[in-house]
């Protein structure tokens, strides 16, 4: 799978977990690929359409998004 961010950013969930802010161009596949992390650690938000994922699943969101390491080193390096 392909599918390139169109922004990544860190966030926390409503409970203070760390992870990402991601959004994408729709695609069903990716969309599927992501609902395939426990909802646990994932969550639609519709009001800003992107979707948040936990920060401890990392290795699926290198394997599904092709520049999720870009986003997150570039981001690693501001802080």
Known sequence: M???LSA????????????????FKYDLET?????RIPAIDREWRPRT???????IRDT????????FEAFTKYQSSMF
């Open 60 to 67: 699926e969101l290198t394997k599904i998004f092709s520049n």
């Open 8 to 23: 990544c950013y860190r966030a926390g969930d409503g409970i203070g977990r760390p992870g990402y802010c991601l959004r």
């Open 2 to 4: 392909t599918v390139m």
């Open 31 to 35: 969309v599927n690929a992501l609902k």
């Open 49 to 55: 359409k992107e979707w948040w994922v936990a920060g």
